[in-house]
């Protein structure tokens, strides 16, 4: 069944940096585009960044761009969110989330992982 | 960016009711439109894709229903299992947009 299995959320310090994991198996990864949405604390769900099958197309919401970059080892069957220049704002639970179906035919969320809180206060 | 709109923001229901949610996008979509709830606690769970389509292993007392900028989740009939926060989101083009929510509450 698929399975996917968040890292690396922790507390840190206003402008440093943190690399969230996604350790996915149970389908072929490699043919599935990725993405990462976030839910602050009482809050709603906000979808953050998307990363296509092959890794070669990456979009990102604006709250995050040119803070945030996504990226995926398919050999690895792991996906990263790297977070610099992290804010009280980007507080949140983060989920891994895979898509409906293959090559982008489906872009809703059909998978979740369990989430991994990021705090971000000094 | 396409905005999306829930209605009401909170509903409180008896057991047996028809509940009915609505979804609202600022420009048309098409039928690009997911469902998701999301139970106290627990991770969000996919309920309906392609506004209409519903997801396997999903009771059928869930419904969606809409096109271009209207849609509608209906719960034909509610249950106490069926308590928490309901979603939107287009996922036609990006920003993936989720709708700001509907909590359901049992009456």
């Known amino acids: 069944q698929v399975q996917l299995v968040e890292s690396g959320g922790g507390v840190v310090q206003p402008g440093r940096s943190l690399r969230l994991s996604c350790a996915a198996s149970g389908f072929t990864f490699s043919n599935y585009a990725m993405h990462w949405v976030r839910q602050a604390p009482g809050k709603g769900l906000e979808w953050v960044t998307i990363?296509?099958?092959?890794?070669?197309?990456?979009y990102y919401a604006d709250s995050v761009k040119g803070r945030f970059t996504i990226s995926r080892d398919n050999s690895k069957n792991t996906l990263y969110l790297q977070m610099n220049s992290l804010r009280a704002e980007d507080t949140a639970v983060y989920y891994c989330?895979?898509?409906?179906?293959?090559?982008?035919?489906?872009?809703?969320?059909?998978?979740w992982g369990q989430g991994t809180l990021v705090t971000v206060s000094s | 960016d396409i905005q999306m709109t829930q209605s009401p923001s909170s509903l409180s229901a008896s057991v047996g009711d028809r509940v009915t949610i609505t979804c609202r996008a600022s420009?048309?979509?098409?039928?690009?439109l997911a469902w998701y709830q999301q139970k106290p606690g627990k991770v969000p769970k996919l309920l309906i894709y392609?506004?209409?389509t519903l997801q396997s292993g999903v009771p059928s007392r869930f419904s969606g229903s809409g096109s271009g900028t209207d849609f509608t989740l209906t719960i034909s009939s509610l249950q106490s299992e069926d308590v928490g926060t309901y979603y939107c989101q287009k996922y036609n083009s990006v920003p993936l947009t989720f709708g700001g929510g509907t909590k359901v509450e049992i009456k």
């Open positions: 989330a895979r898509e409906g179906g293959p090559y982008g035919s489906g872009s809703f969320h059909a998978y």
């Open positions: 420009q048309g979509i098409s039928n690009y």
């Open positions: 990363i296509s099958f092959d890794g070669n197309n990456k």
């Open positions: 392609a506004a209409s």
